[in-house]
């Protein structure tokens, strides 16, 4: 408990010194002016968005996840959206592991199993580095070099987690025993149960090698997730009467969506408004405030979504996310 404490703490101080930076970028009074004259019907426009961008996700794991523990579509959603949450609230990419653990709670399959979707959904999410780094020199764009190294942690995920997956279809024993290899300090006793456990993850890495069909609808929906994402931001930059080319706001917010990939502080303090001003401002040069008050805008109106529907989420599934965090569940299971 102490150091799960201890790492909210230290999330929780690094977003304030992101926030303290930020602060000393922009003008708080003009942003406030900005917010109070936005468009709210582009507001609704890009909730309608967002909601849809997630929706469409929860779809695509849906797909994944059939062949081990079928979920109705709207209980797929609603899961993901209690992992947003959780990811929301822990710095620690904790939401994935809590997706399955929903499932076991609701239907009793092992963690193990459904891991594997969790896994393969995360990485077609990445393929969005795809458009990153096609529209960067069609746009002619110069990147501060921070988000360079983020690009290249990026594309090496995406690289890795395809090997990963390829090498589950075509070489499963392989790869088990790599995965062994690497948790060569788990004592003896315990090695049956990392066989079997290694080789049930393995197995559903390789959810494409006896349904191919499934391949296109998952990188369809992957594309239309990050379009609509990209609407969203689009909207709002319309609700603050703000024009601006479409395709350097596909780059700059399927760059966001992407840096969700590593840990963030809790509930993206600082993080959010610090990286739209590297992007926007420093990257393309838009007026420094104009950027902090959409995205200040932004990280609140998705906080409160975000936060309605996971506890909605939470409460429909009837799991308690404090009794979690103190006994540790999760990460015991």
């Given at each position: 408990m102490k150091k799960k404490i201890l790492t909210i703490v230290i999330g929780t101080l690094i977003g304030i010194i992101f926030t303290a930076i930020w602060l000393q970028l922009?003008?708080?009074?003009?942003?406030?002016?900005?917010?109070?004259?936005?468009k709210l019907q582009y507001v609704i426009i890009s909730i309608l968005f967002y909601l849809s961008a997630y929706f469409i996700r929860s779809l695509r794991w849906n797909l994944l996840l059939k062949r081990v523990q079928p979920l109705s579509k709207m209980r797929s959603y609603l899961i993901m959206m209690a992992g947003n949450f959780t990811n929301y609230l822990?710095?620690?990419?904790?939401?994935?592991l809590m997706r399955c653990?929903?499932?076991?709670?609701?239907?009793?399959?092992?963690?193990?199993?459904?891991?594997?979707?969790?896994?393969?959904?995360?990485l077609f999410d990445s393929i969005g580095i795809l458009f990153v780094l096609l529209l960067v020199p069609l746009l002619s764009v110069s990147l501060p070099a921070t988000l360079n190294i983020l690009l290249i942690l990026i594309s090496l995920l995406l690289i890795i987690g395809c090997i990963?997956?390829?090498?589950?279809?075509?070489?499963?024993?392989?790869?088990?025993?790599?995965?062994?290899?690497?948790?060569?300090?788990?004592?003896?006793?315990y090695e049956v149960k990392l066989d079997e456990t290694l080789s049930l993850f393995v197995e559903g890495?390789?959810?494409?090698?006896?349904?191919?069909?499934l391949l296109l609808p998952v990188i369809l929906f992957s594309i239309i997730a990050i379009f609509f994402d990209s609407f969203f931001f689009f909207a709002l930059f319309l609700a603050f009467g703000i024009s601006i080319n479409y395709f350097y706001i596909l780059l700059g917010y399927t760059l966001i969506y992407l840096s969700y990939i590593i840990p963030h502080p809790p509930a993206?303090?600082?993080?959010?408004?610090?990286?739209?001003?590297?992007?926007?401002?420093?990257?393309?040069?838009?007026?420094?405030?104009?950027?902090?008050?959409?995205?200040?805008?932004?990280?609140?109106?998705?906080?409160?979504?975000?936060?309605?529907?996971?506890?909605i989420s939470y409460s429909y599934s009837g799991v308690q996310l404090l009794t979690i965090i103190n006994k540790g569940e999760v990460l015991n299971e």
């Open positions: 922009v003008d708080l009074r003009t942003i406030s002016q900005m917010i109070k004259d936005l822990i710095p620690l990419r904790v939401g994935e653990y929903f499932i076991k709670k609701m239907h009793g399959t092992r963690m193990t199993k459904t891991l594997p979707s969790v896994f393969v959904d995360k990963i997956l390829i090498s589950a279809i075509y070489a499963e024993s392989k790869i088990v025993s790599l995965l062994k290899k690497l948790f060569f300090f788990i004592p003896t006793k890495l390789a959810v494409f090698k006896d349904h191919k069909q993206q303090l600082g993080s959010n408004e610090l990286l739209m001003f590297l992007i926007f401002a420093a990257g393309f040069g838009m007026q420094a405030d104009k950027a902090g008050a959409i995205m200040l805008f932004s990280h609140i109106l998705t906080g409160l979504i975000i936060v309605t529907i996971g506890l």
